[in-house]
Structures are given as structure tokens and as C-alpha cells.
């Protein structure tokens, strides 16, 4: 089945730890991104790559890295400088070769990781 | 810069009564208007995509409905399993490849 898979299901970080998050797609899609989601809040892009080895900031990158070495793979590292990095992070992924400048392609998104700071 | 507005946060239904939830967004150049599910504790999942005024989806008792300035979902006579939390998305010129979600409107239909 195709699909995008993230892991851990649920992750704890303690004071001062980087813990990196998980998500891999087989369905050959080109584009990944990561979101946050706080309760109350609408979901917000942390970062996205549009194509291996190229990656770009979204509106909260502030605290986060990401790499994207393979097609299928594009990790998310939560780092110290995070301060409030209690979360449910979602990954999704896009084709890459369906948008157009008028129209943006549909995201598809993984089951999520739920970080929590102990 | 863009917005988007989401409508009621939460409808409680019977089952059977049908209804309408809203997406009012404002935003420079619609590229795309998106709906997704999320049942909690789980990812979204894709509904419908929208791109341009008066286009209209439909899939089991759902129905997506696009004008210039908002969009509904259309429930027709839900069922419990309906029940979830509805999200709203839109992209814009300004917006690159990111887009901009609703707060979402939470739906529970009671047998």
C-alpha cells in the first residue's frame, strides 16, 4: 500500500535533548513538508523540499532542522532551541510534478507524532 | 495577508439532519482551497480540492461548494460516523507552496 509513515507514534523529550522525527513516503511523490498543530490553532508549516537535497523555511522554522537526502525520507530534528516544542507534527507530501503557478497540488498527509517535553 | 475563517467551531448534529459548515478566507489570488477530515489523534485526510469560484465536489454524503470569498461543506443527512473535525485550507500567490488552515469546526452526530 502507498502511503506516508511517521515514527514514533509519540515521542518525549527531555530539557536540552534534539530528537529527530521520522517520515518516509512510497508513493514517489517529489515534495514533503512538516506542520505543527497546537490545540486551538490552525495547522503551521515548519519547513518544506520541493526536491532532494533543496529545502526552504516555513513560517515557524525557528528551533527546527530538516534534510532531505532521499526521495522518500525528510527527517525533522526538534533542537534545544525549541522552547515549546509540546506538539502533534504532521508530515505530508505532494506530487512535485502537478501544480502549476495557478494551482497548488493537493498535500496528503501521514498519521503524525504526538512530541512531548518531560 | 491571508486568512482564513472557519465556521461554527463546533455543530452538534442528529443523525440525519443535515447541515453546512463555512470557510471564509481572504487571500491574494486563490490558488487552491482544500478540505480535510482529522479524526482525533490522527493526520488529516483529503476531501476535496477547490480552485475556482462556482465549482463544485461531491463524494458520498459530502458536498464542496466555492465561491470568491468563502466555501461550505455540505452534510447531507450525517451519520455518527461523520463525526470529526473538519479543516479548511487555502493557498495564495503570497503563500508559496504553504498553506494557510482554518482553526477547524468540530462535528459530532449523535444517533
Known amino acids: 500500500d502507498g502511503g506516508i509513515t511517521q515514527s514514533p507514534k509519540y515521542l518525549f523529550r527531555k530539557e536540552g535533548q534534539n530528537v529527530t522525527l521520522s517520515c518516509e513516503q512510497n508513493?514517489?511523490?517529489?515534495?514533503m513538508y512538516w506542520y505543527r498543530q497546537d490545540p486551538g490553532q490552525g495547522l503551521r508549516l515548519i519547513y518544506y523540499?520541493?526536491?532532494?537535497?533543496?529545502?526552504q523555511k516555513g513560517d515557524i522554522a525557528e528551533g527546527y532542522s530538516v534534510s532531505r537526502e532521499k526521495k522518500e525520507s525528510f527527517p525533522l530534528t526538534v533542537t534545544s532551541a525549541q522552547k515549546n516544542p509540546t506538539a502533534f507534527y504532521l508530515c505530508?507530501?505532494?506530487?512535485?510534478?502537478?501544480?502549476?503557478?495557478?494551482?497548488?497540488?493537493?498535500?496528503?498527509f501521514g498519521p503524525g507524532t504526538r512530541l512531548l517535553v518531560l | 495577508e491571508d486568512q482564513v475563517t472557519q465556521s461554527p467551531e463546533a455543530l452538534r448534529l442528529q443523525e440525519g439532519e443535515s447541515s453546512s459548515l463555512n470557510c471564509s478566507y481572504t487571500v491574494s489570488g486563490l490558488r487552491g482551497l482544500f478540505w480535510y477530515r482529522q479524526d482525533p489523534g490522527k493526520g488529516p485526510e483529503f476531501l476535496f480540492t477547490?480552485?475556482?469560484a462556482g465549482e463544485e465536489k461531491e463524494k458520498e454524503r459530502l458536498k464542496a461548494t466555492l465561491t470568491k470569498k468563502e466555501s461550505f461543506l455540505h452534510i447531507t443527512a450525517p451519520k455518527p460516523e461523520d463525526s470529526a473535525t473538519y479543516l479548511c485550507?487555502?493557498?495564495?500567490?503570497?503563500?508559496?507552496?504553504?498553506?494557510?488552515f482554518g482553526k477547524g469546526t468540530s462535528l459530532l452526530v449523535t444517533p
Open positions: 523540499s520541493q526536491i532532494v537535497n533543496d529545502f
Open positions: 477547490l480552485y475556482s
Open positions: 485550507a487555502v493557498g495564495g500567490w503570497n503563500s508559496g507552496y504553504a498553506l494557510n
Open positions: 508513493l514517489n511523490h517529489d515534495a
Open positions: 505530508a507530501s505532494s506530487p512535485g510534478t502537478s501544480g502549476t503557478l495557478f494551482h497548488l497540488e493537493t498535500q496528503y
